[in-house]
């Protein structure tokens, strides 16, 4: 069924005044969210020189990105992969890489890859003791919330999303003054202010479950509209929705699909359920980034086009070269601020650590630990 309403700040009249976009200000997340690099953690920085004794090294890895990255740019990258898998040893610590991560970090770096609910679940099982996310700044903090005693490093401050920067945990409390009694359902796409205010978290994975989950009449879903949109369309609860969306997403069109298919009918269309309706309605499949992966590998299209961030598609034709990749794609700047270069300086210096005050972790935890919980 249709949502039955949309909000955003504009609808309430005493909403706190503050920044929304995708841009994460360094200030902002300096407390709670960051800590202070540990004075003297510093590893010395290690040779960057292209050699045979790397080539060999890394000739493993760059059969697995053979397909996506060309051999004139291996010896540029290759060098930093080896030193970053070496102190990554020296470290006792694992990184962990969101599927819009580039090819050379999601299948060279990464000890453990997958979408945000893989990421979330994988994070509790981790034994090292350090945590290296090589994502966008909700996920770090998630990773912390599951991970309290262990250290939790992200590359990169700055990055960001568009969706967790729409809504803030003053927003939550405006919407459950509107409609009192109702559950919240909060995108893991939030930051842990927002997730201490709702009763459970969904990731695209799983969204459908967890509102039917709830046994509620109604549940206020947000931040994402295109999500909430989606939902609805696929249970009988009836869906309150946030004005956010996902800035890479929201950029796909329809008509875009339509040219697609006009210029070759047999092509298959995959998308990820934050596109808008009209993309959905074009696409042969809707599913999360894991769904999308899965779709792929089972179906083996000759022609494909993945309807989400680019990296997606690299690494999935990493895996699947017999897969022609169209690349109607958006990148997410925020995915690309993670690089090889500050993963490797995230490691050596320890930097930048994430951190949550151990009030508001504790409420956050329990709606995040809530959705790892619900039985399959």
């Given amino acids: 069924m249709p949502i039955t309403g949309i909000y955003g700040p504009d609808d309430f009249a005493n909403r706190p005044h503050g920044r929304i976009d995708g841009q994460v200000n360094v200030q902002d997340i300096s407390s709670p969210r960051a800590a202070p690099s540990r004075a003297g953690a510093a590893l010395p920085m290690p040779s960057l020189d292209w ?17 996506v990255i060309p051999p004139i740019e291996w010896p540029l990258l ?6 970053i898998n070496e102190l990554k040893r020296a470290r006792n610590a694992v990184i962990l890489a969101h599927n819009y991560q580039a090819p050379e970090i999601f299948h060279c770096v990464a000890d453990i890859g997958g979408d945000s609910l893989q990421l979330a679940v ?40 568009s969706l967790a920067a729409s809504i803030t945990g003053a927003d939550v409390r405006l919407l459950r003054e509107r409609f ?5 359902v909060a995108y893991v796409n939030t930051s842990a202010e927002v997730k201490a205010e709702v009763d459970i978290c969904c990731t695209s994975s799983n969204a459908v479950q967890v509102v039917e989950s709830l046994n509620a009449p109604s549940v206020i879903f947000l931040p994402d509209r295109y999500l909430a949109t989606y939902v609805a369309s696929k249970t009988d609860v009836k869906i309150i929705a946030w004005k956010g969306a996902c800035e890479v997403h929201e950029r796909f069109t329809g008509e875009e699909l339509r040219n697609l298919r006009d210029g070759d009918p047999t092509v298959q269309i995959i998308a990820h359920p934050e596109c808008p309706p009209d993309v959905l309605a074009e696409a042969d499949f809707t599913g999360s ?3 999308m992966i899965n779709w792929v590998r089972n179906k083996r299209p000759r022609r494909l086009v993945m309807i989400t961030e680019c990296s997606m598609a690299d690494n ?43 009030a508001l972790a504790m409420r956050a935890r329990r709606s995040v630990e809530r959705m790892i919980n619900l039985k399959n």
């Fill in 316 to 358: 999935v034709r990493a895996e699947l070269p017999d897969v022609e990749m169209l690349r109607p794609c958006n990148l997410c700047p925020h995915m690309k601020r993670i690089t090889l270069a500050n993963i490797l300086e995230s490691l050596r210096t320890l930097r930048e650590e994430v951190t949550i005050d151990p």
């Fill in 180 to 184: 009192p009694g109702v559950p919240v």
């Fill in 78 to 83: 290759a060098p930093t992969i080896k030193a």
């Fill in 122 to 161: 994988e994070a509790t099982k981790v034994k090292a003791g350090i945590i290296v996310q090589c994502g966008v700044h909700f996920m770090a903090e998630t990773s912390k919330l599951l991970n309290p005693d262990k250290t939790v490093l992200i590359p990169d401050l700055r990055a960001g999303c």
């Fill in 289 to 291: 980034t894991a769904h």
């Fill in 51 to 67: 050699t045979p004794e790397v080539e060999r090294a890394t000739a493993s890895l760059y059969e697995r990105v053979k397909h």
